[in-house]
């Protein structure tokens, strides 16, 4: 295509098309840092484009293609080609990756253990583990968490983190305005700036990371934390993943094995600060 | 080269891929993958010398395909429970029955919905099993299941409630309205029962039914994967012969089966299609030697066969609109089209209000 980028998050290497120059300059600022192994070939490939020609330039549109894609998806202004190439991005992960079991979770570390994040849109999980990253914690990731079935480990997917409303002036207070992208305000997400993770969390991507704990958080309400069981947290698990039915025993295998091993809970939390201050107490009685 | 052109190179064994520069799988991958054959590549390249990204990748795939066709399977023998109590006796099509009976191209190979054929006649049985076996409609719309009952080949598609898995219900190969007029009977008194209990399509009716389903039904969509399926089932039999049915015959000549397929094949008006599947195989997949000078007509379907570029997009967009329509004219008379394009038309107005 015209316009293209390669970039590798974690485990994934991505070929990214784009009909317009503007998506690939804003990825391309994101993901500067990024190491780059240029005879990598792509594991996945996305593309960005005009469904006319004249779209290019008229009231220009962008669609999402793609190894994969989702019929009918609506297509974005120009405006928003950032968002466009990430949920492509996401995309081709969640519909195509099948060497891990992948949770729509996030992810902090320390000391080579991890702390996965899992709950719906709302949650907070991405702005805790964003925030997380910033107090002392390695950023694994914001959208997925992998699980390797052969060790159990989990691996980091660290994308640039999409910070949304509230979260973009939270997260923006900490942080150097120079591993801020550009504010997408308006989108069907509502408003978007994506934070670029710290150079250590970009630099240690490739390592695997025990997982310790599996938090299932809740925004709203007075802080308080509640122990579900290994049957519980399977199902929101199975739940949480994408490509846990397309593994067949593998998938089976792996998410037992998380669950058994690794206690859970669910925490309700008012406001970031006392969120992150129950997940330092579980963590310290984790790690005990 | 351009690179759809690679990947058949690849599948054909013309190429070696140790040889492809890094560039290159890029395109070979994710065209690999628009044509449902990435898993089927990474069978043809297993062993081979590959970059280790590229190795990892074809193994996932050929992992991943190997779950598929367990889940598959899982739907054959869900469908032999439901059927096999009320007395109808069915035979797998297309992937479950390469898959059912091992066939050389079942590794690696895309199954969608679980096809199969049943008698006319049992048609109602086989419709009343299922659905008390937890099979609903997918189609709700009245036309559209009139339709499909007095115009096509087979059932409306029913989806299972739990397992989300359509089964399609074929009572012949094409549908009753398109000119060519298979003997499905025929077909049902040829099929062979494979040591595991299956019943599949006699080889020669699967080629022709392969070749029916590529060239006189359907726009091509995924017709490459077709082809390398035709490719394999005539490479398959002229190395066993018959053995499915316990008559091997491997002393067949080339011709002498040829032959006899193709006299079936014409029987049926089905003669052209086979034809057009034995040259592009030979073409696209063959050797040297079964390489016969295409005609113009094979040229166009060649072309559209290899309609995509390296980012895997569809290219030749006239060319598909023209396959597209060639289509639906091969499936009805033109009245019969026009009226059901009318009617399509006014509900879509109606949705659309």
Redesign the interface.
Known sequence: ?RHNIRIAVGPV?F?I?SDWAEPVAALARLYAAYPQD??????A?V?L?ANRPWRRWLRPSVHI???YIVPDALPLPLSMGLLAAEMGMNLQIAL?W??HLLLHASAVARDGRSVILSGASGSGKSTLAALLGEAGWRLMGDEFTLIDPASGDALAFPRAVSLKNEAIAEVAARVDAARLGPLLAGTPKGDIRHLIPRADAVAAMHEPVRPVLLLFPQFGGAPAIERIGEGEAFVRLTEASTNYI?????GFAALTRLVRETPAFTIAYPDSASGMALVEQLWAEAVR | MSTIRTLVDLLAGRRDAAALAPREWDGVIAVARAEALLATLAHRLSGAALPQPVAQLLGDARAAAAVATAQAMWEAEMARRALGPAGVHFVLLKGAAYAAADLPCAPGRQIGDLDILVARDALPAAEAALLAAGWEWVKEDAYDDAYYRDHMHELPPLIHKLRDRMIDVHHTIIPPTARPNPDAASMLDRAIMLPNGYRVLHPFDRMIHCAAHLFADGDLAGGLRNLWDFHCLTRDFQARGDCDSGTPDGALGYDEWLGDMGYRAKLWGLGPAVRRALHLSAALFGDEADYRRLSLGDRLFRARLLARDDWGRETRPLLRLAFYIRSHWLRMPPLMLARHLWTKWRKGRGAAR
């Open positions: 295509m290497q070929r098309g240029e005879t990598r070939p792509a594991d490939t593309r484009y293609g793609g190894d195509g099948r060497r397309a593994l067949g025993e593998a």
